[in-house]
């Protein structure tokens, strides 16, 4: 139906279009002046001098400028509301499910922020490797091991590796792991903005695999049952409070981790800063203007 009434409106406006005559009366309106000349004569006046028309609809023309003047000219005109571009921005940003590639982008830019004294104590694993390490493929698991090699995580007090799972991203943090697994400060703490979806509790079992196999590949000799038994945390952090921020959440759990963690860690002293009144939601939505206006990810 709508296909043969679009065809109407066709074969009408073949009737009375000939050859292309300029009308001089709506030179002056362009066909990108449409949109602020919507309810004024040049509107009707754009279309015309689009598609071209015959010399007498000139003077109907002038009937339309009579009973539908412009006054666009005449208003004064203020521009967009830095809250609306604001709030436009949140919507298009921090509503929107991270992919692993913006993911990366954005922690790359997060890692930068800091100097390399700071950093020294921290490193980041790829946010792919742990759903690689759960693939059967053998080559796969062992290129995740031997890229975990390359970044020496026995050597540094805290290791982040983000984990993007039932596309749900949660921070997973290494604390301590080259020391010795009878001291209280060897930990593992899992940081999920959406906890009512008990990830943890799903995949504490696969964690404590890939962290057992990761000393296994390391040459580590500390005993397994030691390694199966480094305390699990899961603080109570900030939550997201729609079913897309987590992603966000992540980054910027890293970014106040690396800012607030404590030059020795123990678990005596747990939950340090990491509480539910951590940060709030509007400083969360500052971090993500800072990363947007770095431009890395378009």
């Known amino acids: 139906m709508s296909r043969r009434r679009s065809n109407r409106v066709r074969n009408t406006n073949s009737k009375y279009v000939t050859s292309p005559v300029r009308v001089t009366i709506i030179d002056d309106c362009e066909e990108d002046e449409f949109l602020h000349h919507r309810t004024c004569w040049k509107h009707i006046a754009a279309a015309l ?19 539908a ?57 790829d946010c792919l490797w742990f759903s690689m390490y759960k693939s059967e493929n053998h080559n796969i698991r062992s290129s995740v091991f031997d890229s975990i090699k390359a970044k020496q995580i026995f050597s540094k007090k805290y290791v982040f590796l983000p984990i993007v799972y039932w596309s749900h991203w949660t921070l997973l943090i290494f604390c301590n792991f080259g020391e010795d697994l009878d001291s209280d400060n060897t930990c593992m703490l899992f940081l999920d903005s959406l906890q009512t979806t008990d990830s943890s509790q799903r995949l504490e079992p696969d964690i404590r695999k890939f962290v057992l196999d990761i000393y296994k590949a390391e040459g580590r000799t500390e005993d397994p049952r030691l390694v199966d038994e480094i305390p699990f945390h899961v603080p109570v952090v900030p939550q997201q409070t729609n079913d897309v921020e987590c992603g966000s959440f992540v980054l910027y759990y890293i970014q106040r981790f690396i800012e607030d963690a404590p030059e020795n860690f123990s678990v005596d002293d747990m939950p340090y800063f990491m509480k ?23």
């Open 49 to 67: 001098n689009k598609c071209g028309s015959k010399p007498k609809r000139a003077k109907e023309l002038e009937m339309f400028k009579l009973t």
């Open 69 to 125: 003047p412009c006054f666009y000219d005449e208003c004064t005109r203020r521009g967009r509301s830095e809250r609306r571009l604001k709030c436009k921005y949140l919507a298009s940003k921090l509503r929107k499910k991270l992919n692993s590639k913006a993911f990366v982008g954005y922690l790359e830019d997060v890692w930068s922020g800091f100097s390399d004294e700071k950093k020294n104590s921290f490193v980041y694993l």
């Open 276 to 298: 539910e009144d951590w940060f709030s939601h509007k400083e969360l939505e500052k971090f993500c203007e800072t990363l947007h206006s770095l431009g890395t990810i378009h």
